[in-house]
């Protein structure tokens, strides 16, 4: 079977089985896992055992990037097509760095005055992902929360290695803060976010507005974000084999986007080391339990808390990596990014408009 259909056919039986009832999913599951006080979703062990059929190498032994990043683009809109909400797309793009920066506005109907907007990072490793890739969870966050989502389609590595990710995150803050009323937005009520590496960058987005080298973001919103590349915390040793994002991978990752080892601790490759902590602007973290990037992202939320900074922490205890860009076919994933949703609604409702 074609690469393609078999994908298809996996998204589809996945979306069925992961709407089972909790007896009938035990059963597919298997035994529970109980790591760390926490046990995994019956959902997420699912989904781990069904992965284990498809017939796709990890990204960083498939021998292509470009196969991997198909792959990963094909999964991400097919997972997303399970996002049934009503918004409007508009695609557009503003002058980086290194070129034109693809955007792509999402705006809820309903919602004609300027309003509250987020600025969006995909995740990815700064090697994969896409717009499409998180077109579901835009879409969704951009009706839920009921604001305008620019989802920013930065360059990626290892054709464009660190800095380039980071210049035209600040390139694309920058272009929407300027010329707000083009998105629709309110410029008092612009936030940033982001999912795994994009969590990453929208910190450094908002470590940057701290500094006032660019517009203060008004919120941050960083879904199970990486925050230091060195990756030697607890949580990476305890799940850094079978549970979606292995050690291996994860280092493929950093070495195909960082030159240098030593360029870890350079704050804009690991915001968990800027010391830049005085006006920072409210922060929602989520984090999730079987996830190796789970420890350096709740580390990083308590810097901002002792720093003074509003933040709040969800660790959601059973779910994997990148619950985010699942939420179209698994409904514990869609709770997750219901409540960051919430948290974002409120927390944009709390700026003065």
């Known amino acids: 079977m074609p690469r393609r259909l ?9 979306r069925f089985l992961l709407n089972l009832p909790e007896p009938l999913l035990r059963v597919i599951a298997g035994r529970p896992i109980d790591i760390d006080g926490q046990r995994l979703a019956t959902t997420a062990q699912v989904m781990i055992r069904i992965s284990k059929l498809a017939p796709f190498d990890y990204p960083h032994t498939n021998g292509s990037v470009e196969r991997a990043r198909d792959e990963l683009n094909a999964a ?9 909400v009503r918004v409007r797309t508009t695609d557009s793009s503003c002058k980086g760095p290194g070129g034109e920066i693809p955007l792509r506005l999402y705006q809820p109907y309903g919602h004609a ?3 509250p907007a ?11 992902g896409s717009i499409d890739t998180h077109d579901g969870a835009c879409r969704y ?13 930065y360059r990626l590595a290892p054709e464009n290695r660190f800095p380039a990710a980071v210049e035209d995150a600040l390139a694309a803050f920058e272009h929407v803060s300027a010329n707000y009323a083009d998105f629709g937005a309110d410029p008092r009520r612009i936030a940033v976010g982001g999912d795994s590496c ?15 080298d660019i517009p203060c973001p008004a919120f941050s919103l960083l879904l199970n974000p990486a925050t230091d590349a060195f990756g030697t915390h607890a949580s990476q040793e305890l799940f850094g084999l079978g549970f979606r994002l292995d050690t291996e991978e994860r280092d493929w990752y950093r070495d195909s986007y960082l030159v240098d080892i030593a360029l870890c601790r350079d704050p804009r490759a690991s915001v ?10 409210p922060t929602y973290v989520a984090t999730s339990g079987f996830d190796p990037l789970r420890d350096e992202g709740e580390a990083y939320a308590r810097r901002l808390a002792e720093a003074g900074v509003p933040v709040v922490l969800r660790r959601h205890e059973g779910l994997l990596h990148g619950f985010a860009s ?25 700026t003065t408009p």
Request: proline fraction near 3%.
């Open 118 to 128: 987020l600025v969006f990072f995909h995740g990815g490793g700064f090697v994969l």
């Open 326 to 350: 699942r939420a179209g076919v698994d409904p514990d994933a869609r709770v997750a990014l219901q409540h960051a949703a919430g948290v974002l609604r409120a927390g944009l409702a709390l």
């Open 6 to 14: 078999f994908l298809r056919a996996m998204m589809a039986a996945l």
């Open 113 to 115: 005055e300027p309003g």
């Open 141 to 153: 966050l951009a009706s839920e929360a009921g604001v305008r989502v620019i989802s920013v389609d």
């Open 272 to 281: 968990l080391y800027d010391e830049q902590l005085e006006g920072l602007p």
């Open 198 to 212: 994009g969590g990453n960058l929208a910190a450094v987005v908002a470590h940057a507005g701290a500094r006032g």
């Open 76 to 84: 991400g809109v097919l997972a997303g097509s399970g996002i049934r």
